[in-house]
Nanobody
Framework: QLQFVESGGGLVQPGGSLRLSCAAP????????IGWFRQAPGKDREGVSC????????NYADSVKGRFTISRGNAKNTVFLQMNNLKPEDTAVYYC????????????????????WGKGTLVTVSS
């Protein structure tokens, strides 16, 4: 069973930045669609961003467009989520997840189609 590991969470003030990392030890990630999801206290888990396995197509939730950027590392073994201009409503546990699907980008990036999940990293945005 593949194990994905998130890192980079922490406490940051509103307007600040964090960069989250997603890796699977010993595995290159360029053959996987990688999604970032988050779950705030008392809320359902929601999709944040996704990058496809071929072509590097990206998508973002409306709430983070223009503030968050997903990218693959040069060594292809890490996927990053750069989060800028953070807001208190971004407070959540952030999870990365993966699959190897080749259908529509919407399907590839859906929670229900993700096969592998990390345990999450907590991001707290507060003054």
């Amino acid at each position: 069973q593949l194990q994905f590991v998130e890192s980079g969470g922490g406490l940051v003030q509103p307007g600040g930045s964090l960069r989250l990392s997603c890796a699977a030890p010993g595995l290159t990630l360029d053959s996987y669609n990688i999604g970032w999801f988050r779950q705030a206290p008392g809320k359902d888990r929601e999709g944040v961003s996704c990058i496809s396995r071929i072509g590097g197509i990206t998508n973002y939730a409306d709430s983070v467009k223009g503030r968050f950027t997903i990218s693959r590392g040069n060594a292809k073994n890490t996927v990053f989520l750069q989060m800028n201009n953070l807001k208190p409503e971004d407070t959540a546990v952030y999870y990365c997840a993966a699959n190897r699907r080749l259908d529509s980008i919407q399907t590839r990036c859906a929670q229900s189609t993700m096969n592998y999940w990390g345990k999450g990293t907590l991001v707290t945005v507060s003054s």
